[in-house]
DNA sequence: GGTTTTTATCGTAAAATTACGATATAGAAG
DNA sequence: CTTCTATATCGTAATTTTACGATAAAAACC
């Protein structure tokens, strides 16, 4: 997460953030963990597992890269982990897509033959 | 894109291309591809070799997953192709976003200590 | 105490992604 | 027609990601 290229460096630490989230969330089985969890409102655990029918150290894996991006969140209750969706992550990104790229697509939607696009 | 598990069925179509942005996004010199021609407002082409400090042939790759995510469109334009971002795959990958997990975080932004969140 | 239950972590194999050079293609320019 | 320029594609090496079983850790339960 920190030998990403000069490219990297140039970036807002918002769109450092987003583009962690977007990593995330690239993953289909974790975008899917989270519609899972999302509907479940409540939080899971195992119970992610039987859905996903992977191993449990793959979910546990899974759920670290959620949890790491600021996606979900987990509070051990007894012997196992509750996780729900973060409120605050998911407000972020929402926000950062929003109101990401700006500067696209002023001219009209189509139409320019002459310079490309 | 086809061999995604059991679970990418059960998806509706306009999630399953959601998925596919959000996984072609994951990628940081993609993410950086796409500002810098939001930036650029105008289509590019070798000029993103240059900023990006790839070998060409790794950047026309990235460029095809970012064109075949919808999220860019090239034109030819000579010996050249000219590329911007897509209006329409940016606008429905902000719509898509925005009304995201609905169901999500409905009671009050962190308060819960049974049920845990 | 010991046992059961649930999850996280470790080590590793398999698979996918990324990056590169070399080559092929297409059009512009001479 | 030949050359030059700009990209795309191909084949492949290196890296990263994904998935698994085995093991460790922590709490409930007997």
């Known amino acids: 997460m920190s030998k990403d290229l000069p490219l990297i460096h140039e970036l807002s630490r918002d769109d450092i953030r987003l583009a962690a989230m977007l990593k995330a969330l690239g993953n289909p089985v974790r975008f899917r963990i989270m519609q899972h969890l999302a509907d479940r409102q409540m939080c899971i655990t195992g119970d992610i597992v039987a859905f996903t029918s992977l191993a449990q150290s ?3 894996q899974h759920l670290k890269v959620l949890r790491e991006a600021g996606l979900i969140e987990g509070e051990i209750e007894g012997p ?6 973060s409120a605050e992550g998911l407000q972020f990104l929402k926000g950062q897509i929003e109101s990401w790229l700006p500067n696209c697509c002023q001219s009209e939607p189509r139409i320019a033959k002459s310079n490309c696009c």
């Open 58 to 60: 793959t979910v546990s």
């Open 80 to 85: 196992a982990t509750c996780y729900c969706v």
